[in-house]
């Protein structure tokens, strides 16, 4: 009877490494939402997933590369018009430009999901909720489409300086 009671605290061992944690993330849901202001608020949203998973520091270079493709279609949309522009549409009107940046960021929402897909998974099985995103998610929203809006302007300035203009 005295050996088994070491087998039975070895039952009762978490084995989860400290790194697989499982910590309450914002929803995809929220996180879709935060995609129809762009693939900015996508990138916050989900790098504060990161964080609260302390994963930050190992992913920082999926932010990075988030803010790079993210400023190089902005450079596209602001530097090509005619292809961003549907016929019959004002030159420059931007909703074909606004439609790139909105389906950018699902498919950022799309790839960062799938590499925090087992943290949901394991947020799923342990009975966790995600937080109330209320707060959070309409700051991010708001910060997020004015992120972009100062890059895009930022860009056309660029663009009117360098003399790309036809004007």
Same mark, same amino acid.
């Given at each position: 009877?005295?050996?088994q009671e070491p087998r039975r605290q070895n039952l009762l061992t978490p084995t989860l490494a400290p790194e697989?944690?499982?910590?309450?993330?914002?929803?995809?849901?929220?996180?879709?939402?935060?995609?129809?202001?762009?693939?900015?608020?996508?990138?916050?949203?989900?790098?504060?997933?990161?964080?609260?998973?302390? =994963?930050?520091?190992?992913?920082?270079?999926?932010?990075?590369?988030?803010?790079?493709?993210?400023? +190089? &279609?902005? %450079? *596209?949309?602001?530097?090509?018009?005619?292809?961003?522009?549907?016929?019959?549409?004002?030159?420059?009107?931007?909703?074909?430009?606004?439609?790139?940046?909105?389906?950018?960021?699902?498919?950022?929402?799309?790839?960062?999901?799938?590499?925090?897909?087992?943290?949901? =998974?394991?947020?799923?099985?342990?009975?966790?909720?995600?937080?109330?995103?209320?707060?959070?998610? +309409? &700051?991010? %929203? *708001?910060?997020?489409?004015a992120a972009q809006i100062v890059v895009l302007v930022l860009l056309f300035v660029l663009r009117r300086g360098?003399?790309?203009?036809?004007?």
């Amino acid at each position: 009877m005295a050996d088994q009671e070491p087998r039975r605290q070895n039952l009762l061992t978490p084995t989860l490494a400290p790194e697989s944690a499982v910590a309450p993330l914002y929803s995809v849901g929220c996180a879709f939402v935060m995609a129809l202001s762009g693939p900015v608020a996508v990138g916050i949203i989900m790098a504060i997933n990161a964080k609260r998973l302390g =994963r930050l520091g190992r992913d920082a270079w999926i932010f990075v590369a988030i803010a790079v493709a993210t400023v +190089t &279609l902005m %450079f *596209v949309i602001v530097n090509s018009p005619d292809l961003f522009t549907i016929e019959g549409q004002r030159e420059g009107s931007g909703t074909v430009g606004r439609y790139a940046l909105h389906g950018a960021g699902l498919l950022i929402l799309a790839l960062v999901y799938l590499r925090y897909r087992p943290y949901y =998974r394991a947020m799923a099985v342990s009975g966790l909720d995600s937080p109330r995103p209320w707060k959070i998610g +309409t &700051l991010v %929203f *708001v910060l997020g489409g004015a992120a972009q809006i100062v890059v895009l302007v930022l860009l056309f300035v660029l663009r009117r300086g360098l003399g790309f203009d036809a004007a």
